[in-house]
Protein backbone atom coordinates (compact mmCIF):
# COMPACT_ATOMS: atom_id res chain seq x y z
CA UNK A 1 0.00 0.00 0.00
CA UNK A 2 1.27 3.27 -0.78
CA UNK A 3 1.58 5.37 2.26
CA UNK A 4 1.99 9.36 1.36
CA UNK A 5 0.55 13.15 2.79
CA UNK A 6 0.32 14.34 -0.93
CA UNK A 7 -3.39 13.55 -1.87
CA UNK A 8 -5.97 15.31 -3.58
CA UNK A 9 -9.26 14.62 -4.45
CA UNK A 10 -10.28 16.61 -7.71
CA UNK A 11 -14.04 17.23 -8.67
CA UNK A 12 -14.47 16.42 -12.48
CA UNK A 13 -17.35 17.40 -14.69
CA UNK A 14 -17.23 15.47 -18.08
CA UNK A 15 -18.94 15.06 -21.12
CA UNK A 16 -20.58 11.88 -22.39
CA UNK A 17 -18.32 11.64 -25.35
CA UNK A 18 -16.39 8.52 -25.61
CA UNK A 19 -12.66 8.40 -24.16
CA UNK A 20 -13.28 11.22 -21.97
CA UNK A 21 -12.26 9.05 -18.76
CA UNK A 22 -9.80 7.45 -20.57
CA UNK A 23 -7.95 10.62 -21.16
CA UNK A 24 -7.61 11.89 -18.00
CA UNK A 25 -6.47 8.87 -16.34
CA UNK A 26 -3.63 8.60 -19.39
CA UNK A 27 -3.23 12.14 -18.96
CA UNK A 28 -2.85 11.34 -14.84
CA UNK A 29 -0.30 8.40 -15.96
CA UNK A 30 2.21 10.35 -18.30
CA UNK A 31 2.97 12.83 -15.86
CA UNK A 32 4.22 10.65 -12.91
CA UNK A 33 1.09 10.71 -10.60
CA UNK A 34 -0.96 7.55 -9.47
CA UNK A 35 -4.84 7.13 -8.78
CA UNK A 36 -5.99 5.66 -5.62
CA UNK A 37 -9.67 6.30 -6.51
CA UNK A 38 -12.36 7.09 -9.08
CA UNK A 39 -16.44 7.71 -8.18
CA UNK A 40 -19.00 8.34 -10.04
CA UNK A 41 -20.83 11.17 -7.40
CA UNK A 42 -23.59 12.35 -9.65
CA UNK A 43 -24.83 13.09 -13.36
CA UNK A 44 -26.58 16.67 -14.48
CA UNK A 45 -27.81 16.55 -18.03
CA UNK A 46 -25.13 15.40 -20.54
CA UNK A 47 -22.26 15.82 -17.72
CA UNK A 48 -21.03 13.03 -15.56
CA UNK A 49 -19.57 14.44 -12.25
CA UNK A 50 -16.51 12.38 -10.71
CA UNK A 51 -14.29 12.62 -8.03
CA UNK A 52 -10.39 11.40 -8.59
CA UNK A 53 -8.08 10.62 -5.58
CA UNK A 54 -4.76 10.71 -6.59
CA UNK A 55 -1.22 10.92 -4.99
CA UNK A 56 1.27 13.79 -6.41
CA UNK A 57 5.16 13.87 -5.33
CA UNK A 58 5.33 17.73 -4.28
CA UNK A 59 4.07 20.61 -4.65
CA UNK A 60 5.29 21.54 -8.10
CA UNK A 61 3.87 17.99 -9.67
CA UNK A 62 0.48 18.69 -8.10
CA UNK A 63 0.03 22.16 -10.37
CA UNK A 64 1.32 20.28 -13.38
CA UNK A 65 -1.41 17.49 -13.24
CA UNK A 66 -3.99 20.36 -12.21
CA UNK A 67 -3.22 22.33 -15.01
CA UNK A 68 -3.32 19.53 -17.60
CA UNK A 69 -6.81 17.98 -16.32
CA UNK A 70 -7.66 21.68 -16.79
CA UNK A 71 -6.82 21.74 -20.06
CA UNK A 72 -8.53 18.37 -21.05
CA UNK A 73 -11.49 19.01 -23.88
CA UNK A 74 -15.04 18.38 -22.46
CA UNK A 75 -13.85 18.08 -18.83
CA UNK A 76 -14.05 20.96 -16.10
CA UNK A 77 -12.22 20.32 -13.16
CA UNK A 78 -15.07 22.02 -10.28
CA UNK A 79 -13.10 21.27 -7.25
CA UNK A 80 -9.49 20.42 -5.48
CA UNK A 81 -9.51 19.20 -1.95
CA UNK A 82 -6.11 18.71 -0.42
CA UNK A 83 -7.34 15.38 2.22
CA UNK A 84 -4.55 16.47 4.57
CA UNK A 85 -6.09 19.92 4.78
CA UNK A 86 -10.00 18.06 5.18
CA UNK A 87 -8.67 15.95 7.93
CA UNK A 88 -7.94 18.38 9.73
CA UNK A 89 -10.54 20.64 9.35
CA UNK A 90 -12.42 21.70 12.28
CA UNK A 91 -9.45 20.14 14.40
CA UNK A 92 -9.25 16.23 15.15
CA UNK A 93 -10.45 15.37 18.31
CA UNK A 94 -13.73 16.41 20.09
CA UNK A 95 -15.47 15.52 23.41
CA UNK A 96 -18.16 13.27 23.66
CA UNK A 97 -21.12 12.49 26.47
CA UNK A 98 -21.12 8.79 28.47
CA UNK A 99 -24.48 9.98 29.52
CA UNK A 100 -27.23 11.29 27.04
CA UNK A 101 -29.48 14.11 29.06
CA UNK A 102 -32.71 13.63 27.77
CA UNK A 103 -34.80 14.70 30.61
CA UNK A 104 -34.83 15.56 33.88
CA UNK A 105 -33.66 12.23 35.27
CA UNK A 106 -30.48 12.01 33.62
CA UNK A 107 -30.06 15.90 33.97
CA UNK A 108 -30.75 15.81 38.34
CA UNK A 109 -28.18 12.48 38.10
CA UNK A 110 -25.61 13.94 36.28
CA UNK A 111 -25.85 17.55 37.33
CA UNK A 112 -27.87 19.23 40.23
CA UNK A 113 -28.97 17.89 43.02
CA UNK A 114 -27.65 14.63 42.15
CA UNK A 115 -23.77 16.03 41.73
CA UNK A 116 -23.43 17.29 45.13
CA UNK A 117 -23.72 14.30 46.55
CA UNK A 118 -20.41 13.01 44.88
CA UNK A 119 -18.78 16.32 45.60
CA UNK A 120 -19.06 15.98 49.10
CA UNK A 121 -17.58 12.44 49.00
CA UNK A 122 -14.97 13.18 46.89
CA UNK A 123 -14.25 16.25 49.69
CA UNK A 124 -14.54 13.51 52.66
CA UNK A 125 -12.55 10.74 50.57
CA UNK A 126 -9.93 12.38 48.16
CA UNK A 127 -8.87 9.33 46.95
CA UNK A 128 -12.85 8.66 45.43
CA UNK A 129 -11.59 11.77 42.84
CA UNK A 130 -9.86 8.77 40.87
CA UNK A 131 -13.33 6.60 40.38
CA UNK A 132 -15.50 9.40 40.32
CA UNK A 133 -14.32 12.17 37.52
CA UNK A 134 -12.37 12.06 34.62
CA UNK A 135 -9.22 12.20 36.38
CA UNK A 136 -7.77 8.65 36.10
CA UNK A 137 -7.98 8.32 32.88
CA UNK A 138 -7.00 12.27 31.89
CA UNK A 139 -3.94 12.90 30.57
CA UNK A 140 -2.91 16.87 29.88
CA UNK A 141 -0.30 17.08 26.73
CA UNK A 142 1.51 20.43 27.18
CA UNK A 143 3.40 22.28 24.30
CA UNK A 144 4.68 25.60 24.01
CA UNK A 145 5.75 25.12 20.03
CA UNK A 146 9.12 25.79 20.22
CA UNK A 147 10.14 22.85 19.37
CA UNK A 148 7.71 20.87 17.10
CA UNK A 149 8.83 17.97 14.83
CA UNK A 150 11.27 18.95 12.14
CA UNK A 151 9.56 22.33 11.75
CA UNK A 152 11.16 24.15 15.10
CA UNK A 153 9.72 26.89 16.82
CA UNK A 154 6.65 27.74 15.42
CA UNK A 155 4.70 28.89 17.82
CA UNK A 156 1.54 27.43 20.33
CA UNK A 157 -0.82 27.98 17.74
CA UNK A 158 0.54 26.06 14.81
CA UNK A 159 1.55 23.25 17.19
CA UNK A 160 -1.71 22.52 17.88
CA UNK A 161 -2.63 19.90 14.81
CA UNK A 162 0.63 18.03 16.09
CA UNK A 163 -1.22 18.02 19.90
CA UNK A 164 -4.57 16.68 18.30
CA UNK A 165 -2.58 13.84 16.52
CA UNK A 166 -1.21 12.64 20.01
CA UNK A 167 -4.49 13.16 21.15
CA UNK A 168 -5.92 10.93 18.44
CA UNK A 169 -2.86 8.22 18.90
CA UNK A 170 -4.13 8.16 23.06
CA UNK A 171 -7.64 7.39 22.46
CA UNK A 172 -6.97 5.11 19.55
CA UNK A 173 -4.28 2.83 21.14
CA UNK A 174 -5.04 2.75 24.68
CA UNK A 175 -8.26 4.48 25.51
CA UNK A 176 -7.10 7.30 27.27
CA UNK A 177 -8.68 10.39 27.00
CA UNK A 178 -5.94 13.33 26.20
CA UNK A 179 -6.33 16.91 25.90
CA UNK A 180 -4.28 18.93 23.76
CA UNK A 181 -3.35 22.04 25.33
CA UNK A 182 -1.19 24.71 24.13
CA UNK A 183 0.43 27.44 26.39
CA UNK A 184 1.37 30.97 24.74
CA UNK A 185 3.96 31.66 26.99
CA UNK A 186 7.90 30.03 26.78
CA UNK A 187 8.50 31.13 30.30
CA UNK A 188 9.90 28.19 32.27
CA UNK A 189 8.50 29.28 35.58
CA UNK A 190 5.23 30.29 34.10
CA UNK A 191 5.13 26.81 32.08
CA UNK A 192 5.47 25.11 35.23
CA UNK A 193 3.18 27.22 37.37
CA UNK A 194 0.29 26.41 34.50
CA UNK A 195 0.64 22.30 34.84
CA UNK A 196 0.86 22.34 38.37
CA UNK A 197 -2.35 24.54 38.81
CA UNK A 198 -4.21 21.71 36.20
CA UNK A 199 -2.91 18.91 38.51
CA UNK A 200 -6.77 18.26 40.13
CA UNK A 201 -8.25 17.60 36.39
CA UNK A 202 -5.22 14.82 34.92
CA UNK A 203 -3.84 12.00 35.89
CA UNK A 204 -0.31 12.47 34.14
CA UNK A 205 1.02 15.21 32.17
CA UNK A 206 2.74 14.60 28.45
CA UNK A 207 5.20 17.15 27.87
CA UNK A 208 5.41 17.38 24.13
CA UNK A 209 7.54 19.91 21.84
CA UNK A 210 9.10 21.99 24.45
CA UNK A 211 13.03 22.88 23.31
CA UNK A 212 16.01 22.33 25.15
CA UNK A 213 17.28 22.92 27.52
CA UNK A 214 14.06 24.42 29.16
CA UNK A 215 12.63 21.01 28.57
CA UNK A 216 15.09 19.27 31.32
CA UNK A 217 14.20 22.16 33.88
CA UNK A 218 10.50 21.98 33.44
CA UNK A 219 10.30 18.22 33.65
CA UNK A 220 12.62 17.75 36.34
CA UNK A 221 10.32 20.26 38.23
CA UNK A 222 7.06 18.95 37.75
CA UNK A 223 8.49 15.35 38.35
CA UNK A 224 9.29 17.01 42.02
CA UNK A 225 6.41 19.14 42.40
CA UNK A 226 3.29 17.54 40.88
CA UNK A 227 1.97 13.90 42.83
CA UNK A 228 1.47 12.61 39.06
CA UNK A 229 3.36 10.98 36.60
CA UNK A 230 5.12 13.53 33.95
CA UNK A 231 6.59 12.24 31.12
CA UNK A 232 8.34 14.18 28.38
CA UNK A 233 8.17 12.15 25.47
CA UNK A 234 10.47 13.88 23.04
CA UNK A 235 13.06 12.65 25.30
CA UNK A 236 12.08 9.21 27.21
CA UNK A 237 9.52 8.13 24.58
CA UNK A 238 12.51 8.03 21.95
CA UNK A 239 14.87 6.60 24.30
CA UNK A 240 12.62 3.62 25.36
CA UNK A 241 11.62 2.72 21.76
CA UNK A 242 15.19 3.09 20.31
CA UNK A 243 16.78 0.62 23.79
CA UNK A 244 13.95 -1.71 22.22
CA UNK A 245 15.54 -1.62 18.68
CA UNK A 246 18.80 -1.97 19.70
CA UNK A 247 17.69 -5.03 22.11
CA UNK A 248 16.64 -7.21 18.79
CA UNK A 249 19.09 -5.71 16.97
CA UNK A 250 22.33 -7.37 19.70
CA UNK A 251 20.34 -10.78 18.85
CA UNK A 252 20.89 -10.67 15.26
CA UNK A 253 24.95 -9.23 15.76
CA UNK A 254 25.59 -11.15 18.41
CA UNK A 255 27.01 -8.61 20.84
CA UNK A 256 26.78 -8.37 24.26
CA UNK A 257 25.30 -4.48 25.09
CA UNK A 258 27.88 -3.76 27.24
CA UNK A 259 30.21 -4.11 24.78
CA UNK A 260 28.39 -1.96 22.58
CA UNK A 261 30.76 1.14 21.41
CA UNK A 262 27.70 4.37 20.50
CA UNK A 263 27.98 7.69 18.43
CA UNK A 264 24.79 9.93 18.72
CA UNK A 265 24.35 12.62 16.17
CA UNK A 266 22.19 15.24 17.86
CA UNK A 267 22.97 16.34 21.66
CA UNK A 268 19.60 17.57 22.10
CA UNK A 269 16.70 16.33 24.57
CA UNK A 270 16.23 13.00 23.02
CA UNK A 271 20.14 12.55 22.20
CA UNK A 272 20.89 12.69 26.12
CA UNK A 273 17.99 10.71 27.10
CA UNK A 274 18.83 8.09 24.85
CA UNK A 275 22.40 8.15 26.09
CA UNK A 276 21.18 7.83 29.47
CA UNK A 277 18.39 5.39 29.23
CA UNK A 278 20.84 3.29 27.37
CA UNK A 279 23.67 3.51 29.88
CA UNK A 280 21.18 2.42 32.59
CA UNK A 281 20.56 -0.57 30.12
CA UNK A 282 24.45 -1.28 30.49
CA UNK A 283 26.43 0.11 28.18
CA UNK A 284 29.05 1.74 29.70
CA UNK A 285 28.98 5.78 29.80
CA UNK A 286 32.40 6.00 28.76
CA UNK A 287 31.38 4.48 25.45
CA UNK A 288 28.99 6.60 23.80
CA UNK A 289 30.24 9.71 21.89
CA UNK A 290 27.70 12.36 21.33
CA UNK A 291 27.88 14.99 18.76
CA UNK A 292 25.62 18.82 18.35
CA UNK A 293 25.63 20.88 15.42
CA UNK A 294 29.38 22.10 15.90
CA UNK A 295 30.95 18.61 16.21
CA UNK A 296 32.12 15.72 18.74
CA UNK A 297 31.19 16.78 22.51
CA UNK A 298 34.56 16.77 24.54
CA UNK A 299 36.02 18.58 27.53
CA UNK A 300 38.35 21.40 25.51
CA UNK A 301 35.05 23.02 24.02
CA UNK A 302 33.24 26.20 26.10
CA UNK A 303 30.81 26.46 24.10
CA UNK A 304 28.47 23.54 25.95
CA UNK A 305 25.05 24.19 27.91
CA UNK A 306 24.97 22.68 31.44
CA UNK A 307 22.96 19.54 30.04
CA UNK A 308 25.61 19.39 27.15
CA UNK A 309 28.56 19.65 29.99
CA UNK A 310 27.53 17.09 32.17
CA UNK A 311 27.25 14.37 29.50
CA UNK A 312 30.41 15.19 28.03
CA UNK A 313 32.28 15.00 30.98
CA UNK A 314 30.91 11.11 31.46
CA UNK A 315 31.59 10.27 27.99
CA UNK A 316 34.19 9.99 24.92
CA UNK A 317 36.58 7.98 26.98
CA UNK A 318 39.29 8.82 24.12
CA UNK A 319 38.68 12.70 24.22
CA UNK A 320 38.20 12.11 19.91
CA UNK A 321 37.04 15.89 18.97
CA UNK A 322 36.05 17.07 15.02
CA UNK A 323 33.07 16.09 12.59
CA UNK A 324 30.94 12.79 12.60
CA UNK A 325 33.57 10.67 10.34
CA UNK A 326 35.79 11.07 13.41
CA UNK A 327 33.13 9.83 15.74
CA UNK A 328 32.01 6.68 13.57
CA UNK A 329 35.89 5.48 13.42
CA UNK A 330 34.89 1.77 15.42
CA UNK A 331 31.61 1.98 16.49
CA UNK A 332 28.86 -0.61 17.00
CA UNK A 333 25.86 2.03 16.86
CA UNK A 334 24.89 5.19 15.22
CA UNK A 335 21.62 7.19 16.35
CA UNK A 336 20.57 9.83 14.76
CA UNK A 337 18.79 12.80 15.78
CA UNK A 338 19.88 15.32 13.53
CA UNK A 339 18.99 15.88 10.19
CA UNK A 340 19.76 14.43 6.67
CA UNK A 341 22.22 13.42 4.85
CA UNK A 342 24.90 14.41 7.20
CA UNK A 343 26.00 10.26 7.27
CA UNK A 344 27.53 8.90 4.15
CA UNK A 345 28.05 5.05 3.46
CA UNK A 346 32.30 5.71 4.08
CA UNK A 347 31.43 6.70 7.44
CA UNK A 348 29.95 3.27 7.58
CA UNK A 349 32.63 1.43 6.83
CA UNK A 350 34.71 2.78 9.79
CA UNK A 351 32.55 1.33 11.93
CA UNK A 352 33.10 -1.77 13.72
CA UNK A 353 31.59 -5.01 12.29
CA UNK A 354 28.39 -5.27 11.31
CA UNK A 355 27.25 -1.94 12.44
CA UNK A 356 23.67 -0.57 13.64
CA UNK A 357 22.16 2.33 11.91
CA UNK A 358 18.91 4.02 13.66
CA UNK A 359 19.10 7.01 11.25
CA UNK A 360 15.94 9.27 12.91
CA UNK A 361 16.08 12.48 11.53
CA UNK A 362 12.47 13.34 10.21
CA UNK A 363 11.12 13.80 7.49
CA UNK A 364 14.10 11.99 5.73
CA UNK A 365 16.57 10.21 7.59
CA UNK A 366 20.91 10.62 8.13
CA UNK A 367 20.97 8.28 5.45
CA UNK A 368 18.56 6.38 3.54
CA UNK A 369 18.41 3.10 4.07
CA UNK A 370 19.20 2.10 -0.01
CA UNK A 371 22.34 4.14 0.26
CA UNK A 372 23.47 2.55 3.46
CA UNK A 373 22.48 -1.13 1.87
CA UNK A 374 25.51 -3.56 1.67
CA UNK A 375 27.22 -1.14 4.35
CA UNK A 376 25.37 -1.75 7.82
CA UNK A 377 23.63 -5.18 9.07
CA UNK A 378 20.72 -3.59 10.66
CA UNK A 379 18.83 -0.57 10.07
CA UNK A 380 16.34 1.76 11.33
CA UNK A 381 14.80 5.36 10.79
CA UNK A 382 11.60 7.62 12.15
CA UNK A 383 9.65 6.80 8.39
CA UNK A 384 6.69 4.12 8.14
CA UNK A 385 7.37 3.41 4.82
CA UNK A 386 11.01 1.67 5.35
CA UNK A 387 11.39 -2.01 7.49
CA UNK A 388 12.18 -0.87 11.51
CA UNK A 389 10.17 2.33 12.17
CA UNK A 390 11.61 3.90 15.40
CA UNK A 391 8.14 5.07 16.49
CA UNK A 392 7.49 6.64 19.86
CA UNK A 393 3.72 5.53 19.61
CA UNK A 394 5.01 2.65 20.86
CA UNK A 395 5.32 3.29 23.91
CA UNK A 396 4.02 6.41 25.15
CA UNK A 397 0.44 4.99 25.02
CA UNK A 398 0.75 2.03 26.50
CA UNK A 399 3.40 3.52 29.46
CA UNK A 400 0.38 6.00 29.94
CA UNK A 401 -2.04 2.99 29.94
CA UNK A 402 -0.13 1.08 32.80
CA UNK A 403 1.10 4.31 34.61
CA UNK A 404 -2.66 5.76 35.20
CA UNK A 405 -3.81 1.96 35.85
CA UNK A 406 -1.43 1.91 39.01
CA UNK A 407 -1.93 5.51 39.69
CA UNK A 408 1.71 5.80 40.19
CA UNK A 409 2.84 9.42 41.12
CA UNK A 410 5.59 9.10 39.13
CA UNK A 411 7.30 7.39 35.62
CA UNK A 412 10.92 5.69 36.90
CA UNK A 413 13.96 4.39 35.03
CA UNK A 414 12.66 1.57 36.12
CA UNK A 415 9.54 1.71 34.19
CA UNK A 416 11.22 2.95 31.30
CA UNK A 417 13.43 -0.15 30.37
CA UNK A 418 10.58 -2.59 31.30
CA UNK A 419 8.45 -0.55 28.34
CA UNK A 420 11.76 -0.86 25.90
CA UNK A 421 11.74 -4.69 27.12
CA UNK A 422 8.09 -5.09 27.08
CA UNK A 423 8.20 -3.57 23.23
CA UNK A 424 11.16 -6.09 22.20
CA UNK A 425 9.10 -9.30 23.66
CA UNK A 426 6.53 -8.62 20.62
CA UNK A 427 8.87 -10.31 18.53
CA UNK A 428 9.37 -13.92 18.83
CA UNK A 429 12.96 -15.64 18.09
CA UNK A 430 11.46 -16.95 14.94
CA UNK A 431 10.35 -13.33 13.07
CA UNK A 432 13.39 -11.95 14.43
CA UNK A 433 15.10 -10.27 11.41
CA UNK A 434 17.08 -8.05 10.16
CA UNK A 435 14.29 -5.53 8.51
CA UNK A 436 11.82 -6.78 11.90
CA UNK A 437 13.42 -6.15 15.20
CA UNK A 438 10.43 -3.94 15.99
CA UNK A 439 6.63 -4.22 16.01
CA UNK A 440 4.48 -2.37 14.15
CA UNK A 441 2.40 0.44 16.04
CA UNK A 442 -0.90 -1.41 14.76
CA UNK A 443 0.47 -4.61 16.79
CA UNK A 444 -2.39 -5.07 19.11
CA UNK A 445 -0.23 -6.88 21.53
CA UNK A 446 1.84 -3.58 22.10
CA UNK A 447 -0.26 -1.72 23.91
CA UNK A 448 -1.07 -4.55 26.69
CA UNK A 449 2.90 -5.44 27.30
CA UNK A 450 3.86 -2.36 27.63
CA UNK A 451 1.57 -0.99 30.64
CA UNK A 452 1.75 -4.70 31.75
CA UNK A 453 5.52 -4.15 32.18
CA UNK A 454 5.12 -0.48 33.42
CA UNK A 455 2.77 -1.75 36.18
CA UNK A 456 5.09 -4.46 37.16
CA UNK A 457 7.82 -2.15 37.80
CA UNK A 458 5.77 -0.28 39.85
CA UNK A 459 4.83 -2.72 42.08
CA UNK A 460 8.60 -3.78 41.82
CA UNK A 461 10.20 -0.36 43.16
CA UNK A 462 7.21 0.38 45.32
CA UNK A 463 5.35 2.65 43.37
CA UNK A 464 1.98 1.01 43.83
CA UNK A 465 0.87 -1.79 46.52
CA UNK A 466 -0.18 -4.90 45.11
CA UNK A 467 -3.49 -4.75 45.91
CA UNK A 468 -4.16 -2.13 43.08
CA UNK A 469 -1.69 -3.21 40.48
CA UNK A 470 -3.53 -6.30 40.65
CA UNK A 471 -6.11 -4.32 39.64
CA UNK A 472 -4.90 -2.51 37.24
CA UNK A 473 -4.09 -4.62 34.91
CA UNK A 474 -7.57 -5.39 34.15
CA UNK A 475 -8.27 -1.10 33.55
CA UNK A 476 -10.02 -2.11 36.99
CA UNK A 477 -10.35 0.93 39.78
CA UNK A 478 -9.46 -0.90 42.96
CA UNK A 479 -8.78 2.30 44.93
CA UNK A 480 -13.17 2.92 45.27
CA UNK A 481 -12.96 -0.55 47.63
CA UNK A 482 -10.16 1.17 50.03
CA UNK A 483 -11.92 4.34 50.69
CA UNK A 484 -15.46 3.23 51.88
CA UNK A 485 -17.28 3.74 49.16
CA UNK A 486 -21.02 4.39 49.38
CA UNK A 487 -23.17 0.98 48.46
CA UNK A 488 -26.99 0.82 48.10
CA UNK A 489 -29.67 -2.21 48.26
CA UNK A 490 -32.85 -2.72 47.04
Not at 212 to 221: H, K, M, Q, V
Not at 364 to 374: C, M, N, T, V
Not at 417 to 435: D, N, Q, R, V
Amino acid sequence: MKISTNIITVGLELDTAPGRLAAVTSTVARLGGEISHTAVVGRQGDRIRRELTLFFRDEAHREELVAALKSLEGITVKSITDQVFHLHQGGKVEITNKLDITGYTELSLAYTPGVAEVCKYIHAHDASKYEYTIKGNAVAIITDGTAVLGLGDIGPAAAMPVMEGKANLFKSFANINAYPLALNTTDTEEIIRIVKALEPAFGGVNLEDISAPRCFEIERRLKAELDIPVFHDDQHGTAVVVLAGLLNALKIVGKPIESMRVVVNGAGAAGISVSNLMMQAGIPEENFILLDSRGILSLDRDDLNEEKASIARRTNKEQRTGDLAAACVGMDLFIGLSKRDVLTPAMLDTMAADPIVFAMANPDPEILPEQAAGHVRVMGTGRSDYPNQINNALCFPGLFRGALDARCRDITTDMLLAAAAGIASIISPEELHEEYIIPSIFDARVVPAVSQAVVEAAKATGQIDSALGAGARNGVAAQAATVGQPSYSG
